[in-house]
C-alpha cells in the first residue's frame, strides 16, 4: 500500500493553527487522506515540533518586530532562511509532493524553485497584494527609494506568479489582478474563499461575562497591525461615550499585533479603559463567547488599494454568529455580507457611530439583520463548499498518485463546556436571542 501523498504548507504571517484559513486547509487535506506538514513562526507557548489534528508542525523562533525597509528586509531573509533549513528537516522526516506557500510575503518562489528540481509542485495561496499594501500603507512612491522598494514587490509578486504551478485566490478581484498583471490563464486560477465552518461557528449561551453596567458590546475580531486600522474602533467608542453620552456601550478587541500595546495607550488616553477590553489572543471557544455575546460586529478596514479588494474574514465570522455589522463601504466586503451590514463613507468616524447606534436603538431590526446574515454565511460562503474546490487543486496536480478516500466532514461539535448552542432552526428563539444575546451579568 503507498504512502498518502505529503503536502508542506509554508506560512510566515501567523502561528498554525492560529491562522484560521490555514488551519482550515490542513483539516481539508487530512480528510481527503494528504499528509500535511506546516512551517510557522512559533506563538507564545507553542512547541517547535508538534503533530496536532494529524499535521506535523515545525516552527521557528519569530524575528523582532520590524520597523522599517532594513528592517522587513532582514525579517523576510531570517523567515526565508529559518524555513528552508526546516524544510529540509521535513523532507527528511516524509518527503512532500507539493509546496503551498501563503503570502505575505511573496518570497518563496525561490524555495519552490529549487525544491521543483526534485519534482515538487508549487501552489501560491494569495493571502493579500503586497503591491497595494504598500500603497496603503506609503501612498503613491514618490520618492526614488519608494519606486525601487515598489519595483521589487511586483517583481517579487510576478515571479511567484510565474513559477507557480496552480494559484488559489480568496475571491474575483484577487483572481483578475492574477490573470491580470500575473499573466495567468483562467484554468490555473481558482477562488477558494475564506469562509468560515458554520457547523462549528455558530452561537452559543451564555456567551461572554459582561459587567452588570454593560448594556451594549461591540466586538473586533482580527489582527491589530498598521494596516488594519483597528484604532478606528477606539475613535468610534470615543465619539459614543464622550460626545453622545453612551456610557453603557463596551467594546472588545479580540486577537493581537504590532499595535497592540500602542491601542492600549490610546485607549487610556481617551479615557476608554472602562469601556474597551483588549483581550489578547484567544482560542476558539474564547472567539465563541465573545461573539454570543455581542451586539454588532465592527470592520474598521479603511477603503484602501488593498482592503476595497480584500474579504475580511471578521466579515463573516460576525455572519456566522448572528451579528450585524457596521463597514467602510469596500467593494469584497459588499460581496460578503450584501445586505446584511451598514455601509458608511471611509473616515466618517461620525457615520459609522450613528449606524452602530442606529443597531443598537432597534433591537427587531439586529434580529432581522442577524438572522440573514447567518442565513447568507450559510448558504453562500460556507467552507465547506470551498474545501471542495481547495481540494480539487491537488487532486488535479497529483492526478498520478494514489486514489484517497475522503473521510467524511464531521457534524457541529459539541458546544464549549459550560454552554449551549442556541437553536437555530427555530425563528423566534433566534430572534430573541439576537434581541438580547443571552446577557449574563457580573
Not at 506560512?11 to 488551519?23: K, M, T
Not at 457596521?326 to 459588499?334: I, P, S
Request: some cysteine; hydrophobic content about 40%; proline content about 8%.
Amino acid at each position: 500500500m503507498r504512502r498518502p501523498q505529503r503536502v508542506l504548507i509554508i506560512v510566515q504571517n501567523l502561528p498554525v493553527p492560529l491562522d484560521r484559513r490555514v488551519w482550515l486547509e490542513c483539516q481539508a487535506l487530512v480528510r481527503a487522506g494528504y499528509a500535511v506538514s506546516v512551517i510557522c513562526p512559533r506563538g507564545p507557548g507553542d512547541a517547535r515540533r508538534q503533530h496536532l489534528d494529524g499535521v506535523d508542525l515545525y516552527k521557528y523562533s519569530p524575528p523582532p518586530e520590524a520597523r522599517g525597509f532594513l528592517s522587513y528586509a532582514w525579517e523576510f531573509a531570517y523567515c526565508c532562511v529559518r524555513t528552508a533549513v526546516l524544510s529540509l528537516v521535513a523532507y527528511r522526516a516524509a518527503p512532500f509532493r507539493v509546496i503551498q506557500a501563503c503570502n505575505p510575503p511573496d518570497t518563496y518562489w525561490l524555495l519552490a524553485l529549487l525544491w521543483g528540481r526534485l519534482g515538487v509542485r508549487f501552489v501560491f495561496d494569495q493571502h493579500d497584494l503586497n503591491p497595494e499594501l504598500f500603497a496603503s500603507r506609503f501612498g503613491a512612491p514618490t520618492s526614488r527609494a519608494q519606486r525601487v522598494q515598489y519595483a521589487g514587490l511586483r517583481w517579487l509578486e510576478r515571479m511567484t506568479y510565474r513559477v507557480a504551478d496552480r494559484v488559489i485566490s480568496t475571491n474575483e478581484s484577487y483572481r483578475a489582478i492574477a490573470m491580470g498583471r500575473g499573466g495567468r490563464e483562467g484554468a490555473d486560477v481558482t477562488v477558494v474563499r475564506s469562509g468560515p465552518d458554520t457547523h462549528r461557528m455558530r452561537p452559543v449561551v451564555p456567551g461572554a461575562t459582561l459587567p452588570p453596567d454593560t448594556e451594549h458590546l461591540l466586538v473586533y475580531l482580527g489582527v491589530m497591525g498598521p494596516q488594519d486600522d483597528a484604532d478606528v474602533v477606539l475613535a468610534v467608542m470615543d465619539e459614543l461615550v464622550h460626545r453622545r453620552g453612551r456610557n453603557r456601550v463596551r467594546a472588545a478587541l479580540l486577537g493581537f499585533g504590532d499595535c497592540l500595546e500602542e491601542l492600549k495607550r490610546t485607549a487610556t488616553r481617551l479615557g476608554l479603559d472602562d469601556h474597551v477590553e483588549f483581550t489578547g489572543r484567544v482560542g476558539p471557544d474564547g472567539v465563541a463567547a465573545w461573539l454570543s455575546a455581542a451586539d454588532v460586529g465592527v470592520c474598521p478596514d479603511l477603503k484602501t488599494p488593498l482592503n476595497d479588494v480584500s474579504t475580511m474574514n471578521k466579515t463573516m465570522e460576525y455572519m456566522a454568529y448572528c451579528l450585524p455589522s457596521v463597514t467602510f463601504d469596500l467593494v469584497e466586503t459588499r460581496v460578503s455580507a450584501a445586505d446584511t451590514a451598514f455601509y458608511v463613507p471611509s473616515r466618517d468616524v461620525a457615520a459609522f457611530a450613528s449606524a452602530v447606534e442606529r443597531l443598537l436603538d432597534d433591537p427587531d431590526l439586529r434580529a432581522r439583520m442577524g438572522a440573514a446574515a447567518r442565513e447568507r454565511v450559510v448558504a453562500e460562503l460556507d467552507w465547506r463548499p470551498q474545501a471542495q474546490r481547495y481540494l480539487e487543486v491537488f487532486d488535479d496536480l497529483l492526478r498520478d498518485g494514489v486514489a484517497l478516500e475522503s473521510s467524511p466532514l464531521p457534524d457541529s461539535p459539541p458546544p464549549p463546556e459550560g454552554r449551549e448552542y442556541v437553536p437555530l432552526d427555530d425563528p423566534e428563539s433566534l430572534a430573541t436571542y439576537i434581541r438580547t444575546r443571552g446577557r449574563v451579568r457580573m
